[in-house]
C-alpha cells in the first residue's frame, strides 16, 4: 500500500545512521574509576578506590601503578603492581609498612582489575594527590586522580569566666576547639550578645590546629547567668557543636523595700517592711537604718526584714536597707507616712490627732 509503504524509510534511515558507531569494535581505551575526594582521620586507615571499569572488550592489564604528587614533593611512584611479579612499593612513598593493595593477595595471573590503595595510620604529610594508572593491552594507558585529604576531629569545650560588673568590655567566656585539622570554625549566638576575637595555635598532635575564641562584652548585673552558645563547625562532626555557657557576672546588691501596708497607722500592732536584694554572690548582710541615723527603738532588724511591733510617731520616717556582699554594698530608702487613727474604730479626733501631735521626733532621741 502506498501510503503505508512510505513510513518505514525515515526509520530505516535512522536506524542506518546510529549502527555504524554501534557495531565498531576498535580497541577502546579503558575506564578508570576512582573517588575525586577522600578523606582519612589522622591516625587511621583509609581505602582510595581505584576499579578498571569493564569495557566491552577485555584487555589485559600489564602494570598498575599509584603515583603521589604532594605539593612538596616531585611526583613519585610509591606502589606498583605487576601481574606477574605481585605489588612492589617503592622508597619513595609510605613505603610497604603503610600500603597495601586491596586485592594484591589474589593469585598472580588472575584479571586484576580492583587496584584499591590502603594507607595505613595516616599522617598529615599523606595528604596530596593520588593517580592511579592502569596500564593495559590494547586500549593503552587510562588514569583516574584521587585528592587526599587528611582531618583530624577536634576536641571542643566552652566556659565561663567569673567576672564582675563593670563599665568595659571583659572577656566573659572562651571557647576552645583543640586537635582540629583543618582548624574548626567557632561562632557565638545570639549574633549580638558581643564580639569575639579568635587566636589560632598548633594542636596537641602535630600538624591540627586549636582555635581559642573569647567573647567580650559589658558586664552587667542582667548578663548574670544568661545563656551564651559556642558553636563549632568542622567537617569531621556531622552537625556543628553547640556548647551551652551560663555567664557568670558578679555584681554588688541591688536592693529594693516593699512595705506590708501602703499606710502605716498611729498604734498599729504590726507593721514590717521587706528589704529584697538581688546580687551574685548572695548577700552576706543586711543593715537596716533611717535617713536621721539609728532605728526607732519599736522596730526590730531581723535580717532582710525590719518589725515595728507597735506603730508610734517615731516610725514617721525615711527607712534605709544596707544590702552588702563579696562586691560592695547597695542600698534602697522607703519613706513612711504614719496617719492618724482612722476608720469605724478611730475616727473620733482624726485630723486633730494628726494636727495636735505635731511633727514626729527625730529618730536618734529615741536612741538608748
Ligand atoms: C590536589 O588537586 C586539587 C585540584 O587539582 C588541588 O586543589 C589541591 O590543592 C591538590 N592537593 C594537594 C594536597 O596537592
Ligand atoms: C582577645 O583579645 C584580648 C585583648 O586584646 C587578649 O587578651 C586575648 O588573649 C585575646 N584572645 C584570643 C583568644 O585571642
Ligand atoms: C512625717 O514625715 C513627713 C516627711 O516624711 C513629714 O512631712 C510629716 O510632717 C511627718 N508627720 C508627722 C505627723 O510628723
Known amino acids: 500500500m502506498a501510503p503505508n509503504g512510505s513510513l518505514p524509510s525515515?526509520?530505516?534511515?535512522?536506524?542506518?545512521?546510529?549502527?555504524?558507531?554501534?557495531?565498531?569494535?576498535?580497541?577502546?581505551?579503558?575506564?578508570?574509576?576512582?573517588?575525586?575526594?577522600?578523606?582519612?582521620?589522622?591516625?587511621?586507615?583509609?581505602q582510595l578506590p581505584c576499579h578498571l571499569a569493564p569495557g566491552e572488550v577485555e584487555v589485559q592489564v600489564s602494570q598498575v601503578t599509584w603515583l603521589c604528587d604532594n605539593q612538596r614533593r616531585d611526583r613519585s611512584s610509591i606502589a606498583v603492581f605487576h601481574p606477574t611479579h605481585g605489588a612492589g612499593f617503592p622508597s619513595t612513598g609510605p613505603g610497604a609498612e603503610r600500603l597495601a593493595f586491596?586485592?594484591?593477595?589474589?593469585?598472580?595471573?588472575s584479571k586484576f582489575h580492583d587496584a584499591s590503595l590502603i594507607i595505613r595510620d595516616l599522617r598529615a604529610e599523606d595528604e596530596a594527590n593520588y593517580t592511579c594508572e592502569f596500564a593495559t593491552f590494547p586500549g593503552g594507558n587510562s588514569k583516574g586522580t584521587t585528592w587526599l585529604r587528611i582531618l583530624a576531629e577536634p576536641e571542643n569545650h566552652a566556659e565561663a569566666h567569673e567576672v564582675t560588673s563593670g563599665p568595659a568590655p571583659i572577656a566573659v567566656a572562651t571557647c576552645v576547639s583543640s586537635g582540629g585539622r583543618?582548624?574548626?570554625?567557632?561562632?557565638?549566638?545570639?549574633?549580638?550578645?558581643?564580639?569575639?576575637?579568635?587566636?589560632?595555635?598548633?594542636?596537641?598532635?602535630?600538624?591540627?590546629?586549636t582555635v581559642t575564641?573569647?567573647?567580650?562584652?559589658?558586664?552587667?548585673?542582667?548578663?548574670?547567668?544568661?545563656?551564651?552558645?559556642?558553636?563549632v563547625e568542622h567537617e569531621t562532626l556531622r552537625e556543628p557543636k553547640q556548647?551551652?555557657?551560663l555567664l557568670t557576672v558578679k555584681y554588688a546588691p541591688e536592693v529594693s523595700i516593699s512595705s506590708s501596708d501602703e499606710d502605716w497607722l498611729l498604734g498599729q500592732q504590726e507593721a514590717s517592711l521587706d528589704c529584697a536584694a538581688q546580687s551574685h554572690p548572695p548577700p552576706l548582710a543586711y543593715r537596716w537604718s533611717t535617713a536621721s541615723g539609728s532605728l526607732p527603738p519599736t522596730?526590730?532588724?531581723?535580717?532582710?526584714?525590719?518589725?515595728?511591733?507597735?506603730?508610734?510617731?517615731?516610725?514617721?520616717?525615711?527607712?534605709?536597707?544596707?544590702v552588702t556582699n563579696a562586691v560592695g554594698t547597695?542600698?534602697?530608702?522607703?519613706?513612711?507616712?504614719?496617719?492618724?487613727?482612722?476608720?469605724?474604730?478611730?475616727?473620733?479626733?482624726?485630723t486633730e490627732a494628726e494636727g495636735t501631735l505635731g511633727p514626729p521626733p527625730r529618730a536618734d532621741s529615741w536612741d538608748p
Open 10 to 46: 525515515p526509520v530505516l534511515l535512522l536506524l542506518l545512521l546510529l549502527l555504524p558507531p554501534l557495531l565498531r569494535a576498535a580497541p577502546q581505551t579503558p575506564r578508570v574509576s576512582v573517588s575525586p575526594v577522600v578523606s582519612g582521620l589522622l591516625g587511621t586507615d583509609v
Open 102 to 109: 586491596v586485592s594484591q593477595s589474589q593469585s598472580p595471573g
Open 182 to 209: 583543618p582548624p574548626a570554625r567557632i561562632s557565638w549566638s545570639p549574633p549580638s550578645v558581643g564580639r569575639s576575637n579568635e587566636s589560632r595555635t598548633a594542636g596537641p598532635v602535630p600538624d591540627t590546629f
Open 213 to 231: 575564641s573569647c567573647l567580650t562584652l559589658i558586664p552587667t548585673a542582667q548578663m548574670n547567668k544568661k545563656k551564651v552558645i559556642c558553636r
Open 243 to 245: 556548647l551551652p555557657v
Open 299 to 322: 522596730a526590730v532588724s531581723e535580717g532582710s526584714k525590719l518589725v515595728v511591733s507597735s506603730v508610734d510617731w517615731s516610725a514617721n520616717a525615711t527607712f534605709i536597707c544596707q
Open 330 to 350: 547597695g542600698w534602697a530608702s522607703r519613706t513612711i507616712r504614719v496617719r492618724g487613727e482612722r476608720g469605724p474604730r478611730g475616727s473620733r479626733g482624726r
